[in-house]
């Protein structure tokens, strides 16, 4: 992994990010010390196994249903929501 100073991200920045597009990385330095790392995205698929694995999601307990298959609730009227809502009956 290359290490490159911030100075030159700044001033180069569009060859740095075709060179991270093409799938390389850097370690940004500051003053001399590594304070960040450049990379290409992970993969979504990558990232949700990762995330998975380290326990700060999990998968659905039950099948993702159609919204069609939800059940709906019985047919109220707007007015008859709002004569509620102001008390009349």
Not at 49 to 74: F, I, M, N, Y
Request: proline share 9%.
């Amino acid at each position: 992994m290359e290490t490159i100073p911030h100075r030159e991200l700044r001033n180069d920045s569009s060859r740095v990010l075709a060179r991270v597009q093409a799938g390389e990385r850097f370690v940004i330095t500051n003053r001399g010390k590594p304070v960040a790392v450049l990379a290409p995205p992970a993969p979504p698929s990558t990232e949700l196994e990762h995330l998975r694995e380290s326990g700060r999601t999990r998968a659905a307990a039950q099948p993702k249903r159609r919204l069609a298959d939800v059940p709906r609730a019985a047919a109220v009227s707007s007015g008859d929501l709002l004569d509620d809502l102001r008390g009349r009956w």
